[in-house]
């Protein structure tokens, strides 16, 4: 993981796990950068 492109680094506070985490997801997916196989691939991701 550590040669990987994107990162994420979630930080204590008010909001939820699960909601950061898709917030970060929307993000990802919203990229311009991102190619057609990367959002798919964070389509993929599941959230728990």
């Known amino acids: 993981f550590s040669l990987g492109?994107?990162?994420v680094?979630?930080?204590p506070g008010t909001q939820k796990?699960?909601?950061a985490a898709k917030i970060?997801?929307?993000n990802f997916m919203q990229?311009?950068?991102a190619?057609?196989?990367e959002k798919?691939?964070?389509r993929s991701v599941k959230v728990t």
């Open 24 to 26: 970060a997801l929307h």
């Open 35 to 37: 190619s057609a196989r």
């Open 5 to 7: 492109r994107y990162k």
């Open 40 to 42: 798919d691939l964070f």
């Open 9 to 11: 680094k979630l930080t």
């Open 17 to 19: 796990k699960g909601k």
């Open 31 to 33: 990229s311009k950068e």
